[in-house]
């Protein structure tokens, strides 16, 4: 039974999602939610794997994950521009797939530049769904970080808990899905490592990190049960 209520990820290259909050989608599509990626490019410039082999990848990562995955055409890899004509074309997807959650490579600008032009696009393109009809207002936009350094510093992240039966397991097949990145370096290790640092601040196994782009709103205390940190 899938939830009324999507999530929409956005990725610059076809691993993206899965290293940056392939942890978060297992548990969301496990719980119940529909999860739809947008990915926009084949990784053609990468140092491994050809364009054919990368979308294949991606599409079984996805399957593994409980999501669907569709590919789009912006400027190719390594090239990504940020202009008006591609948030007009996000936003289009966005009001076409009415999602609640939207999720974006974070801004920070230590990292590969199609991955913070991306977010910029995606940020853009959640405001710009907004205007025109058929119009879709998003709930929430959250970034994630595809590796350390892409984490905002100095923001707390909200961190979703991975530790219900068979999601770090679910997750770790998808980030498998992409052999021909894995010659480069264990980049499944150095996720599954972070995943755990970040569970150990908060007494869990394993949690990986968003970065919401607007103040996250409650109806009231009593839906904050839980913290990182125990007093
Ligand atoms: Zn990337």
């Given at each position: 039974?899938?939830?009324?209520?999507?999530l929409?990820?956005?990725?610059?290259?076809?691993?993206?999602?899965?290293?940056g909050?392939?942890?978060?989608?297992?548990?969301e599509?496990?719980?119940?939610?529909?999860?739809?990626f947008?990915?926009?490019?084949?990784?053609?410039?990468?140092?491994?794997?050809?364009p054919?082999?990368?979308?294949?990848?991606?599409?079984?990562a996805?399957?593994v994950?409980?999501?669907?995955?569709?590919?789009?055409?912006?400027?190719?890899?390594?090239?990504?521009?940020?202009?008006?004509?591609?948030?007009?074309?996000?936003?289009?997807?966005i009001r076409?797939?009415?999602?609640?959650?939207?999720l974006?490579?974070?801004l920070?600008?230590?990292?590969?530049?199609?991955?913070?032009?991306?977010?910029?696009?995606?940020?853009?393109?959640?405001?710009?769904a907004?205007?025109?009809?058929?119009?879709?207002?998003?709930?929430?936009?959250?970034?994630?970080?595809?590796?350390?350094?892409?984490?905002?510093?100095?923001?707390?992240?909200?961190?979703?808990?991975?530790?219900?039966?068979?999601?770090?397991?679910?997750w770790?097949?998808?980030?498998?899905?992409?052999?021909?990145?894995?010659?480069?370096?264990?980049?499944?290790?150095?996720?599954?490592?972070?995943?755990?640092?970040?569970?150990?601040?908060?007494?869990?196994?394993y949690a990986?990190?968003?970065?919401?782009?607007?103040?996250?709103v409650?109806?009231?205390?009593?839906?904050?049960?839980?913290?990182?940190r125990?007093f």
């Open positions: 039974m899938k939830s009324a209520r999507p929409l990820a956005f990725g610059a290259h076809p691993d993206d999602v899965e290293f909050c392939g942890g978060i989608i297992a548990r599509a496990e719980a119940g939610r529909a999860v739809h947008i990915i926009c490019s084949h990784g053609e410039a990468g140092t491994n794997g050809t054919a082999q990368r979308t294949a990848e991606s599409k079984k996805a399957r994950l409980g999501a669907t995955c569709e590919f789009l055409k912006l400027d190719g890899d390594a090239h990504l521009e940020v202009r008006a004509a591609h948030a007009l074309k996000l936003a289009g997807i076409r797939l009415r999602p609640a959650v939207v974006a490579p974070s920070e600008q230590n990292q590969h530049p199609d991955h913070y032009r991306l977010g910029q696009l995606v940020r853009d393109a959640s405001r710009l907004r205007y025109g009809g058929p119009a879709h207002a998003i709930d929430q936009l959250f970034f994630y970080a595809v590796t350390p350094e892409a984490e905002p510093a100095g923001v707390p992240p909200v961190l979703i808990d991975l530790s219900a039966p068979g999601v770090v397991a679910t770790t097949a998808a980030m498998e899905a992409h052999a021909s990145q894995l010659r480069t370096r264990n980049y499944v290790e150095l996720q599954l490592a972070r995943a755990r640092v970040h569970g150990l601040r908060a007494g869990l196994e990986q990190p968003l970065f919401p782009n607007d103040p996250l409650f109806d009231s205390l009593a839906a904050v049960t839980r913290s990182a125990r």
